[in-house]
């Protein structure tokens, strides 16, 4: 089985809430100093249901991410795991771009690596958390596709999905090839073994630019956006405490019901 | 040399003594060898290295029975027949050459000397006395450690014989061919008046009935031993012998880059990738099961057994092993119809190797030293780094510390916020000190243990000691990524810090925490990190008996101390933490059953800080219930894991009003503050 | 390419109309009243014209029905296609769906499908100086927000995060036309084959994915006050976590932790009954929007990371604050 999996290294989510900073000119988040890039967290369930997917029928698993060059220790993290081959797509024409966008540019990578059986990724990705990478792939290779999914397997010569749903799931027979937005309910993505370490420092990886995906600039990055980032920021929150009063308990809670009306919260 | 007395029989049986004799030496032989070929299989290992430690070992442990009479009942059947086997041993010599050499009767010389006899006379019963005992203790008294089987009666049931056999022999030899050295015999004696009325022909019956069941016994021993337990006499004195010599908490270092080169394991999978040492031990186990009584994990009911799991490992090496290891083919006509086992997965569980929290109690215990910890880690190191098969809380914390350097996922620009909020002087502050305070991870992060290192902080200012912190600069020290089986990563962690601490020339350092000071002191010496270490609680009793601490506060509180396994079974540190506590004006120490080198792991241990423990009790309860026996008012302790895990339980419980739990050096703290600080 | 009005598009759903699609219809109606034109809704499934007025009585002014067997159950390669040519016919200015595990999919391929773009899991839906939409979503784990707009000027569409919005509150006496649409779904391109939705067993809380947890700790007092805890999670649509203290004492299964080595959640709203705040518990939670805690203990540390605090006894306190919950929220 031929399999890419197309994951993102965002700002590490696991950072306190007190750390999260945003540059509103900018429009970008400020990491907090000295915390390193991870993979985005379905991404990784992504990558260990495409190494399973290789253990149990053959075939290469190769990584994909768009990124600049730090992209290229979460493509080794994904090698260290059990992936075959990556590529890392850099061009500063990709800048700016919106999930489209940049689904624009790992479709055409993908294309440019020959046939495949499976894309898969993250359901979301644990930055902007929009959810869109699954269908717009599915969408411009035009194949089936299906998020968020829990169970994949390889049945008579196509596959068998469960996709989540609030309260089970739902079985679907779908082709091959196609698209899946992992979620995290499939799997508990593996710890790399030492061998894999070692050998994901010395597998190469090919650095491609929009030229070399036969894309011009128009076709990628901000020029290509579906949607438009008009502005980001931190919602100013009280650090201190707002303690309700009233007289009794009872009177707080429901006053507190109130609160968290008004605030949309409930 | 006596030439008249009893025989064993016509010519012909002395005939049959020898045919029996070289078979049974024969059959000995070739199952030594074969165990010689099996250990030979494993790693080449030095245990030859300072003699003078070992030989104290042979004498005090080995021929002075030391560990065994921890537990007194046994101890002395042991030391009975222990004892008994060493000075019987030479009369069965005699008995057997008696037989092969028509006319020899005694040893020359020693034969007839009372002294001699005597000891024959008297261990002939005194073993006796023994055997009773144990089976006794067996049979009635069925302590859980001991598994209830066939080998160790029918082995019992062997000694009793040879002893019985001697005495009738003894009793016998008595009337048909008596010596000066008779009087010397008393048990003997009471054997020889029961046979007095008989003809002699009879008594020679009896004499011959005695000889042949003690010779036959005896060579039936030999031939039995390479398949039982009891194979322990032969090997228990080399095991004990070449047990490690080095610091106890040092983790073997593993040269990852050569191993890789090389294609060599980085941790053990398969039973010949252990040392031949490893595989000694495994063969030498006496399945006394004291480790098991003293292992926190079997205590709280999980599915670890320390002696299971060396028996086990026995049982793969002869078993399931030992035709591939010796180059056999496997069995033409099938009979080995099982799959080929896993050692690590099949044999033993991975669950197993997970529940160890490395406090070394199963060892400290195990009479013939037997190595369990270094073993497990072994197999960890192997599930972690090679099979990908890892606690996904363990996962965690490994990309906690590779990411962050600490387990929690703290940022490391916040690791000197506490320092900074006290006053507290960093290196580059105070680059004149005397001592780095090396702070850890939960002295840095956790806000209970904080409390500890500004205590600790104060204490040090009090006392006038120049001291500093490495800020950010510090990165966790390893303890728990190393225990946990990832080598690489700790490696990693242990080159950084290294590199930190001798680029600012550090020579002195003083910890809170028994994981740092165990890595930083020891196992951080093979990675070119030379430091004098020490513990919190070895400096502040130096400071108080310098008097450069004067406790004037007073604490009137009952105080159980509860020993770290990482100071104290680790590295023997008991006294100074109590003469530190007793310097308090008004502390009463009351000291738990398990104290000192019996003391019971808090749990932490062994990267258990970082996961739940899912089965059977939490060791943490366990352990506050053996505190609360002693109904202390305060429990003292000298390490932020076992402070975390006995405040957890006290709040479990439900007593954290009535039993407060603090640091060493937080109880010192106040009562050292001076008037104007209170 | 501009359009008209808004457009809802139901979830799938068995008999009566979802509260999803009602959350969703309430927040079209508030935009139509800003941008103008009419609200329509539209129903997909095998027997679903039945739906259609009692969405009118709620306030919308067109229902259209998408009859088809081949619509149940849902799949995105048929509503895709029957959404794509209903748009392109009716041309509504935003179509606007919710972000259930149903909408995150077919919405997201319907606006590519389209040419055009979405904004997914929105909070809030405002109306720009030029008068497109100007949707706002929470983003990075809830610790900012971004505020979007579609490019282009041709059909809009968003996905709005489930039970933040009202439901559509009925509106007496409201007219409104029922429209069947053809079903136009070209069978070459429908390539999966789905089958009906499997109810899962009870199998834990889906904690981590939770947009709003309600969690127990010691102070809860024992497990005879769990169903307290229960029933205000009912009441506002909350998974139920614990501390370690509750799993310890065995209130509760293992499942339920919270913390540095239980679960680890960021909802929006995360509510702290009887627990104490111990870091390692925080570990687990920190990255919640707003935390509320309910505690007997002023000095709880819980209160140093808490937004809203009630300084009180869990067991007083939870049932009145549930029977609000449920009076505000028609839950």
Redesign the interface.
Known sequence: MDIVVCIKQVPDPEIPTSQFKVDEVAKRVVPPEGVAPVISTFDLHAIEAAIQLKEQHGGKVTVISLGPPSVRDALKRAIAMGCDAAVQLEDPAFEGGDSYATAVALAAAIKKLGTFDLVLTGRQAADWDSGQAPAALAELLDVAGAVPVQKVEVRDGGLYVERVTEDGYQPIDMPLPSVLGISNEINQPRYPTLKGIMASGKVPIPVWTAADLGLSPDQVGASADRIVLQRLFVPVRESKCEFIEADTPQEMGEKLAQRLREARLI | METTGPTIGPPVAVALIWVLTLGAVALFAISARRLVRLLAAGRPENRLDQPGQRLQTLLVDVFGQRRLLERPYSGILHVLIFWGFVVTVLGSAEHLLHGLIPGFLDWPVIGGWGVYRFSQDLFSWLVLVGVVMAVYQRVVMRPPRLSLNLDGMVILGLIALLMVSNLLIFGARIILAPAAADAWMPASQLVARAMLGLPAPAVEALYRVGWWVHVTVLLGFLVYLPQSKHLHIITAAPNSYLRSVKPKGQLPTID?EKA?ENDEP?GVSKIEQFTWKDLLDTITCTECGRCQAECPASISGKELSPKYLVLNLKDHLLHDEADRLLGKAPAANGATDHAPKEMVGDVIHDQVLWDCVTCRACMDACPVFIEHVPKIVDMRRHL?????R?L??W?KM?DNVE??GNP??????QRADWAKANGIPTLAERPDAEYLFWVGCAGS???RNVKVSIALARLLERAGVAFAILGTEETCCGDPVRRVGNE?LFQLQAQQNVETLNGHQVRKIVTACPHCFNTVGTEYRAFGGDYEVVHHVQLLQQLVAEGRLKPEERLDASVAYHDPCYIGRYHDIYDQPREALKAIPGVELREMERHRERAMCCGAGGGHA???E?TGR?INHIRLEQALDVQPERVATACPYCLMMFE?AT??KDVTETLPVADVAEMLERSTRRSDEL | MAGNGVLVIGEPSEGSVAPATLEVLGAARELAGKMGGPVAVAVLGQDVAGQAPGLIERGADRVDVLSDPRLSPYQADTWVPALAALIRETSASVVLLSHTQTGREFGTRLAFRLGTGIVTDCSDLQVADNGRLLAVKPVFGGNAVAEYTVAGDGVQLASLRPKLFDQAAPVPGHQGEIVERPVQIDPSQVRTKAHERVRAAAAGPDLENAQRVVAGGRGMGGPENWPLLDELASAIGAAVGASRAAVDAGWVPGPLQIGLTGAKISPQLYVAVGISGAVQHMAGCAGSRTIVAINRDPEANIFRYAQLGVVGNAKEVLPALTRKARELTGS
């Open positions: 990852i890789l980085v972690v780094m090679e099979a990908s890892i996904p809380e996962q490994l990411a962050s929690w996922r703290f940022p490391r620009a992060y956790d806000e690489y970082f996961c739940e899912r939490r957890d709040r479990a």
